[in-house]
Structures are given as structure tokens and as C-alpha cells.
Antibody, heavy 121, light 108 residues
């Protein structure tokens, strides 16, 4: 059974960089069939796609966040990571990692449990 | 950007009711439309992909329809575990995707 688990600091100061890691177990991140993605959800609000990455390192970012986002992959550790720079209170959210199927469009079929990141001094 | 608008934003219904949630795209997205269910404090769960295909393990009381700009999610007979928030998501503009604002389904 595939499992994804987010990890990282729950509190980040304004203007600093948010860093999260997603560890994949029960399957290989190097599978050619899938991408891996990050989605976030501010408290009480809807879902926002942040970006996705292929095991080869190809990345795709939400244009509204592109200037501040970096997603990377470490196939040796079966992990992928998110960095979001120059954070503000508006970046406070639950951050989810997910597996992405692209057979027809883009489907997020397995999700991590999510981790709340609060931006505050 | 493709905007996704769900209606209603919230809905009250009773166990056993038939419920329909609508999602409208700002431009044609063919059938590149998914539906997710999210319960409080939990991650979203994929219910329907490609507008009408049921994800493995999802009860058959859930169904999706539509193409182009107008889509519906129907729950044929509401069960207690179905009270949740539902989101549509388009992937026509792959790799960029956008979600609807959500529809909260509450117990009447």
C-alpha cells in the first residue's frame, strides 16, 4: 500500500524559506508512470496546486507561485521536497504531497496526511 | 487561467437523499475533470476522474457526468459517511491544474 508522509518545520518566520519533504513508502518514486506533487490548503479555504515533479527532475509550477517555488527529488531516499521562499502569512496552510497520475489529465490519487505550516514571527 | 466554479457552496441534505453538485469551467475542458471528497482534518480523496470514471474502491452511489464546461457529481442515496466537502479539479491546462472552491455537504 503506497503511503506518503510530509515532514518539516511547523512554524516559519516571515521572509524566510519554507522547506518540506515528502517520503514515499510502499512504491518507488522512480516509477515512469507517475509524477509527484504538492498541494496546499489555507485554513478554512480551498485547495491550491503548487507544483509537480517527475523522477527525472522535470518540474511544473503554479504560475502564481513559480518565482518562489522549488521542487526537487531524491530518488535514492524515495523523497521529494518543496521549498517556498519569502513566505508571508498568506502562505500559512496545510501542505499535502500527492502522487500524480497522468493517463488522462492530472489526477492526485494518493495523498499524504498533510502538515500545517504557520508563518509567524 | 481556467476558473472552476462550484454550486452550491453549501448544501443541507438527509440520509437517503439524492444530491447533485455542479462544477462549471470558464472555458471548455473536454472531460478533464476530477472530483474529490474531503472530510475534516483529512486529505482529499479521489472519487471520479475523467468526468465520469469511478476511482477504484469508491461506492457506486457516486457518479459523475458532463463535458465541455458543465459537470455534475451525483450521490444517488446519501449515507452518513458522505457528509463532507467536495471539490472539482480541472487538468485540461496540464500540467497546471485548478480546483473549484468546494461544496460543503451538511446533514439536514
Amino acid at each position: 500500500q503506497l503511503q506518503l508522509q510530509e515532514s518539516g518545520p511547523g512554524l516559519v518566520k516571515p521572509s524566510e524559506t519554507l522547506s518540506l519533504t515528502c517520503t514515499v513508502s510502499g512504491g518507488s518514486i522512480s516509477s515512469s508512470s507517475y509524477y509527484w506533487g504538492w498541494i496546499r490548503q489555507p485554513p478554512g479555504k480551498g485547495l491550491e496546486w503548487i507544483g509537480s515533479i517527475y523522477y527525472s527532475g522535470s518540474t511544473y509550477y503554479n504560475p502564481s507561485l513559480k518565482s518562489r517555488v522549488t521542487i526537487s527529488v531524491d530518488t535514492s531516499k524515495n523523497q521529494f521536497s518543496l521549498k517556498l521562499s519569502s513566505v508571508t502569512a498568506a502562505d500559512t496552510a496545510v501542505y499535502y504531497c500527492a502522487r500524480v497520475i497522468t493517463i488522462f489529465g492530472v489526477d492526485f490519487d494518493y495523498w499524504g496526511q498533510g502538515t500545517l505550516v504557520t508563518v509567524s514571527s | 487561467d481556467i476558473q472552476m466554479t462550484q454550486s452550491p457552496s453549501s448544501l443541507s441534505a438527509s440520509v437517503g437523499d439524492r444530491v447533485t453538485i455542479t462544477c462549471r469551467a470558464s472555458q471548455s475542458i473536454s472531460s478533464y475533470l476530477n472530483w474529490y471528497q474531503q472530510k475534516p482534518g483529512k486529505a482529499p480523496k479521489l472519487l471520479i476522474y475523467a468526468a465520469s470514471s469511478l476511482q477504484s474502491g469508491v461506492p457506486s452511489r457516486f457518479s459523475g457526468s458532463g463535458s465541455g464546461t458543465d459537470f455534475t457529481l451525483t450521490i444517488s442515496s446519501l449515507q452518513p459517511e458522505d457528509f463532507a466537502t467536495y471539490y472539482c479539479q480541472q487538468s485540461y491546462s496540464t500540467p497546471t491544474v485548478t480546483f473549484g472552491q468546494g461544496t460543503r455537504l451538511e446533514i439536514k
